[in-house]
């Protein structure tokens, strides 16, 4: 799998989770999953800032983000 298809992959995941939860795992598995692509683009790095990012959004901000706010700044 290229990590062009990851990224998409994990995008279509976080557009169909029903609630914030959901989307924490998604975004955790998500993380393991990539600590494990061997990067022969040197894009890794990019990509687990990225969801590091949104693991922390949805940490900091779960208790006043609904599913649909986050799915809406994800489209951003």
Known sequence: MRLSEFEKMVYDGL???DNLE???TIVKESINMLNEF???ENSKPY???T???LST???MMSHSL???QFKEELNK
């Open 15 to 17: 557009m169909k989770c």
């Open 51 to 53: 969801l590091s990012n």
């Open 66 to 68: 609904s599913v649909e």
């Open 22 to 24: 959901d989307c924490k």
């Open 38 to 40: 061997k990067d022969d």
């Open 57 to 59: 959004m949805l940490q």
């Open 47 to 49: 990509y687990l800032m």
